[in-house]
């Protein structure tokens, strides 16, 4: 898989914000879709947000109103507002070419741990 470079994260407390961004390096043409999963420790693995070339973005129920994705070319950017104990999981950037649940990925980023806790 090709690589994303993640920046961001780290430790926040309850009703706190932090962003996460994530760049692809040295690929031409536009990533169709981009996004983040998550997975805390004991659950499964869940897509958290994601964005299309065009536009389109998705939000899991949980984080609805709190984060939001915006991205230019391929760059993708998490802005993750008040911020709950919950939201503890280690984050991963994805990219794919052709799949917006970003499942089939061929960009991947090497995750980012963020931690909510006071």
């Known amino acids: 898989q090709e690589q994303l470079v993640e920046s961001g994260g780290g430790l926040a407390q309850p009703g706190g914000s932090l962003e996460l961004s994530c760049a692809a390096s040295g690929v031409s043409f536009n990533i169709y879709a981009m996004g983040w999963f998550r997975q805390a420790p004991g659950k499964q693995r869940e897509l958290v947000a994601a964005i299309t070339s065009g536009g389109v973005t998705y939000l899991h129920d949980s984080v609805k109103g709190r984060f939001s994705i915006s991205r230019d070319k391929n760059s993708v950017h998490l802005q993750m507002n008040s911020l709950k104990p919950e939201d503890t999981a280690l984050y991963s950037c994805?990219?794919?070419?052709?799949?917006?649940?970003?499942?089939?990925?061929?960009?991947w980023g090497q995750g980012t741990q963020v931690t909510v806790s006071s």
């Open positions: 994805r990219g794919s070419d052709y799949d917006h649940r970003l499942i089939e990925s061929q960009y």
